[in-house]
C-alpha cells in the first residue's frame, strides 16, 4: 500500500522560530491534508491542498502541493506555545468523490521555553 | 455546528468481551470513516462508507472487527471477540461534496484498553 514519509518526527524550538515539515510519498496523491492533534483529540484540519503546485496559507501556515504530487510541505511562522502538537500529513488518492485517507507518521512539535 | 461524535471517550474491557463503539457523523456528510490509531503503525483506515453502504473494508484487521451504518447519522465498530492487541485509540471522520473537494473532519477518538 501507500506509505507517506514525514519528516523530520521531533522538532525542538524555541518560541518565535519558523518550523518546517515535509512528506513525501512513492505514489501521486490528488489531495494532500495537514492536521494537527493535540493530546487526547481528533485530528484538526489545517490546510487542503487539491492542485499541484499549490500554495495555500492559514494564518501563519502555508503548505505546498509538490509539482509532481508526491511531497508537500507545512510552514509554521513565528512559533507560538500553542502550536505545540503532532502533525500529520495525508494523502487521497481519489480524484472524484472521497477516499481513505493515507498518514504520514507525525512530527511532534516542541517548543522549549 | 455539531461535529462528529463519538461514544464512548474512553472504554476498558477484558479481553473476549464484546465492544461497540459509536459515531455520529456531521449532520449532510454522505461520506464515513473509521480509523485506528497505534503508537506501533499510526493513522490507519479501517472502513469507510458512502450513503451508508461500505466501500472499502480492506483496512478491516480481521473477522472479529465488523462495521454498520443503519443510517447516516448513526454507525458502529463492534470488535468480537476483543484482544489485547485491539487495544488503540478510534476514530470516526466524515465528509461531503464541498464544491468538489472532499476534507475529512475527526470525532475526539475513543480510547480501547483491553486487558
Known amino acids: 500500500g501507500q506509505q507517506l514519509n514525514q519528516s523530520p518526527q521531533s522538532m525542538f524550538i524555541q518560541e518565535g522560530e519558523d518550523v518546517s515539515m515535509n512528506c513525501t510519498s512513492s505514489?501521486?496523491?490528488?489531495?494532500w491534508l495537514w492536521y494537527k492533534q493535540d493530546p487526547g483529540e481528533g485530528p484538526v484540519l489545517l490546510i487542503a491542498?487539491?492542485?499541484?503546485?499549490e500554495l495555500t496559507s492559514n494564518g501563519r501556515l502555508t503548505a505546498q502541493f509538490g509539482i509532481t504530487r508526491k511531497d508537500s510541505f507545512l510552514n509554521i511562522s513565528a512559533s507560538i506555545p500553542s502550536d505545540v502538537g503532532i502533525y500529520f500529513c495525508?494523502?487521497?488518492?481519489?480524484?472524484?468523490?472521497?477516499?481513505?485517507?493515507?498518514f504520514g507518521k507525525g512530527t511532534h512539535l516542541i517548543i522549549q521555553p | 455546528d455539531a461535529g462528529v461524535i463519538q461514544s464512548p471517550r474512553h472504554e476498558v474491557t477484558e479481553m473476549g468481551q464484546e465492544v461497540t463503539l459509536r459515531c455520529k457523523p456531521i449532520?449532510?456528510?454522505?461520506?464515513l470513516f473509521w480509523y485506528r490509531q497505534t503508537m506501533m503503525r499510526g493513522l490507519e483506515l479501517l472502513i469507510y462508507?458512502?450513503?451508508?453502504?461500505?466501500?472499502?473494508d480492506s483496512g478491516m484487521p480481521e473477522d472479529r472487527f465488523s462495521a454498520k451504518m443503519p443510517n447516516a447519522s448513526f454507525s458502529t465498530l463492534k470488535i468480537q471477540p476483543s484482544e489485547p492487541r485491539d487495544s488503540a485509540v478510534y476514530f470516526c471522520?466524515?465528509?461531503?461534496?464541498?464544491?468538489?473537494?472532499?476534507?475529512?473532519?475527526f470525532g475526539p477518538g475513543t480510547r480501547l484498553t483491553v486487558t
Open positions: 449532520s449532510g456528510h454522505d461520506y
Open positions: 491542498l487539491y492542485k499541484a503546485g
Open positions: 471522520a466524515s465528509t461531503s461534496d464541498n464544491r468538489g473537494t472532499y476534507e475529512q473532519y
Open positions: 495525508a494523502g487521497q488518492l481519489s480524484g472524484g468523490g472521497a477516499d481513505g485517507l493515507t
Open positions: 505514489s501521486i496523491f490528488n489531495t
Open positions: 462508507f458512502n450513503n451508508n453502504v461500505p466501500i472499502d
